[in-house]
């Protein structure tokens, strides 16, 4: 997926990171894994689509979750040097307690294009540039 920054707030960021040569990898990491997750699965988990299907027929108790991943624990992060993934939980549509169906979700599989996860993106990513700053200029205080 590819998101786009404004080039003045990554000057600010390069900026604020060579203020602290020594610990700004830290405290990058420490905020994406943290905040960066969790702006980002909050800002999908909102514009996941809810079907209208009653997810309490016995067919889904008996095959599949019954819940909607827009209210379950739909996500798995993988924390990464300098970043993180976040993806479906599950595999194939059909296992249980999978949600399957959000492998491809802007490839509307079965459905319409939706591009939720690219939306949700276009709102987290500066939150979560907001957050970097706030986190380094907290650092900076502290030190100086």
Do not use: C
């Amino acid at each position: 997926m590819i998101f786009e920054m404004d080039y003045q707030q990554l000057q600010e960021l390069e900026k604020r990171i060579r203020q602290l040569p020594d610990y700004a990898e830290h405290v990058i990491n420490e905020t994406l894994h943290t905040d960066g997750i969790e702006l980002l699965e909050s800002n999908i988990t909102r514009l996941i689509p809810e079907s209208k299907r009653n997810k309490n027929a016995p067919w889904y108790r008996e095959h599949g979750s019954v819940k909607h991943a827009k209210d379950a624990d739909w996500s798995v992060s993988k924390k990464e040097h300098l970043g993180f993934m976040l993806k479906s939980r599950g595999g194939a549509a059909n296992k249980r307690g999978s949600f399957g169906y959000l492998v491809f979700p802007d490839e509307g599989r079965g459905q319409v294009e939706q591009s939720f996860t690219e939306r949700a993106t276009g709102v987290a990513v500066p939150k979560i540039v907001a957050k970097l700053h706030g986190k380094l200029i907290e650092t900076i205080g502290g030190n100086m």
